[in-house]
């Protein structure tokens, strides 16, 4: 089945400094990939659509120069939490679709990030 | 404005009998719904999913149930395993947003009792 690979699982970073995670779809091409946090005991919310070779869009209240994200290849999008803050400590999930619009996204199994 | 919303936080049921997951959306645009599993400190596992043409797709032990003049979906899990005992999210798609964006409910902490 489709595999959805995100790296670091776990990071924990000071005040201030950036993190980049990554996810990459390993047995198929993602166009599209999806960003959510999670915070505990909370649902998945949903942060950005990232598209490969264009701008990343961002949902609602969701700061684009925070929360950068690049989608070079139709395997790799990344996110980079920018000067991080202990506010920005969550859960993070990155996801992707094989097929085209109703099909399951598939889900990477997260980034927990801790900014100290 | 939650749009897909699960008001039940926690369920217990015994093995062997069936768990009822339920939940409710309010945009009329979405035609594709989806059940995930989730463990702690994992991403999602996709469970069975239901387009908005269909009223009934059954998986195995898992069964959803579509309502649309009620937008309420349920996921009938039956019989309940001690395996089963996770956080299970609806989500749901549609509408005029091409992405084809999944926006999920609160989730539901299922536990089944030995």
């Known amino acids: 089945g489709a595999v959805v690979s995100q790296h670091p699982s776990r990071v924990i970073c000071k005040s201030g400094t950036s993190v980049k995670i990554e996810c990459r779809s390993l047995?198929?091409?993602?166009?599209?990939m999806f960003w959510y946090r999670q915070f505990p005991k909370q649902s998945l919310m949903l942060m950005a659509t990232s598209n490969e070779g264009s701008k990343a869009t961002y949902e609602q209240g969701v700061e684009k120069d925070k929360f950068l994200i690049n989608h070079a290849s139709l395997t790799l999008s990344t996110l980079t939490v920018t000067s991080a803050h202990p506010e920005d400590s969550s859960f993070y999930i990155c996801?992707?679709?094989?097929?085209?619009?109703?099909?399951?996204?598939?889900f990477g199994n997260g980034t927990r990030l801790t900014v100290t | 404005d939650q749009q897909v919303k699960q008001n039940s936080p926690s369920l217990s049921v015994q093995e062997g009998r069936i768990s009822i997951l339920n939940c409710d959306y309010t945009?009329?645009?979405?035609?594709?719904f989806l059940w995930y599993k989730k463990y702690p400190a994992e991403g999602p596992t996709f469970l069975i999913s239901i387009s908005s043409i269909k009223d009934k797709n059954e998986d195995g032990r898992f069964t959803v149930f579509l309502n649309k003049s009620a937008k309420h979906l349920s996921l009938h899990i039956v019989p309940s395993q001690p395996g089963d005992s996770a956080v299970y999210f609806c989500?749901?798609?549609?509408?005029?947003?091409?992405?084809?964006?999944?926006?999920f409910g609160s989730g539901t902490r299922l536990l089944v009792r030995p």
């Open positions: 945009n009329s645009m979405f035609d594709y």
């Open positions: 047995d198929f091409q993602a166009t599209t």
């Open positions: 989500a749901a798609s549609g509408g005029v947003d091409s992405s084809y964006k999944l926006i």
């Open positions: 996801s992707a679709r094989v097929g085209l619009r109703n099909s399951p996204l598939h």
